[in-house]
């Protein structure tokens, strides 16, 4: 016999009963403008991957290239990304976001990628 939970408790719905619920009253409701606007955002994408992909490709170092595909893509941590590479995470964050010397940001993958794509017309939108 099951104990009592207050803190979960479920009810047993048939599937089809589901959509007779109004979604505009849920936690998330994603309005037409929203919908139309994330599927632009998601078409613009698949135009500019292949291109992001073959700037990586072309314009990196073998590092910078291996280090930017493990964090963005494999989603590790520059720890993580580190202990793969056998560098400390300080060089992985050096290989993708470059070093200030004198005031001066030099190196970096992220620099090369943002300079190519400024080349190519490509326009990313910085994180905030």
Not at 4 to 10: G, I, K, M, R
Request: hydrophobic share 35%.
């Amino acid at each position: 016999m099951s104990s009592f939970n207050p803190d979960f408790w479920e009810i047993p719905v048939e599937f089809h009963k589901l959509e007779e619920f109004d979604t505009r009253c849920a936690l998330y409701y994603e309005t037409n403008d929203e919908r139309e606007s994330r599927w632009l955002r998601e078409e613009k994408q698949k135009q500019i991957m292949p291109r992001l992909m073959d700037i990586i490709e072309n314009e990196l170092t073998a590092k910078q290239r291996q280090a930017v595909i493990l964090y963005f893509f494999g989603c590790k941590t520059q720890e993580e990304i580190g202990e793969i590479m056998g560098i400390p995470h300080q060089v992985v964050s050096q290989h993708i976001y470059g070093i200030k010397r004198n005031g001066k940001k030099i190196g970096g993958a992220m620099s090369k990628i943002r300079k190519a794509c400024k080349e190519q017309g490509i326009y990313l939108q910085e994180a905030s």
